[in-house]
């Protein structure tokens, strides 16, 4: 194996086998990876070309641009609300005490959009 080999001469032969196996298994690993990588690139150059063709592309048929998907914003534009609270199901039972009709302070009450538009608790 040369300079940089660690193991004696007689197990050059499993060093060399070991080598190539590891190097079957990263690009079996990273190889998808990659792979569909470079595929979201090509689709996306691909649509963006295409919106730009003067009769048949999306900017002749009045259409949006092509853009990436939003985390944060719905299909609708309205923005998605993140919490990592608890979702509110209502007054646990009391055995005692008294009884408010305030809201618990640990609960937070963000009303997330649903995709009708409607508000849900």
Known sequence: MGLLSILPE?????????TR??????????????FLLVYDLVLYLARSITYEIPVVGG????????RAPSL???PSG????????RHHEGPARSTGGLK???PEPRWRHIPEETADGFAST
């Open 10 to 18: 007689n197990l050059n032969v499993v060093e060399t086998w070991l």
């Open 21 to 34: 196996l590891f190097l079957l298994l990263a690009f079996v690993t990273l190889g998808p990876w990659a």
């Open 59 to 66: 900017r002749a048929q009045g259409k949006a641009r092509p």
């Open 72 to 74: 944060t914003e719905r």
């Open 78 to 85: 309205h923005r998605r609300r993140f919490s990592l609270a």
């Open 100 to 102: 408010s009709d305030e």
